[in-house]
């Protein structure tokens, strides 16, 4: 079973954006292993609260600009 886990920051994508986020990974792995991986492909996508990602000791928080509208 493919399994993908995509970490997004919280209200960064709209219920639209993710579900075609699931819709073209999914379509990546059928493209690699066939048709036939389809039903068991599994897209995780997990939404990190601000402040829970960092690089290089600089601690993120998604600027307003950036979140869904939704």
């Known amino acids: ?3 993908a ?3 997004v920051p919280e209200a960064a994508l709209s219920r639209a954006q ?3 986020i699931v819709h073209k990974v999914t379509n990546l792995f059928v493209d690699y292993f ?3 991986v389809r039903p068991h492909t599994m ?3 997990e939404e990190v609260k601000d ?3 960092a690089r290089a000791d600089e601690v993120f928080v998604i600027p307003d600009a950036y979140r869904s509208k939704d």
């Open 1 to 3: 079973m493919p399994f």
């Open 5 to 7: 886990n995509i970490k």
């Open 18 to 20: 993710k579900e075609e």
């Open 34 to 36: 066939s048709e036939a």
């Open 43 to 45: 897209v995780l996508i």
């Open 51 to 53: 402040g829970g990602y």
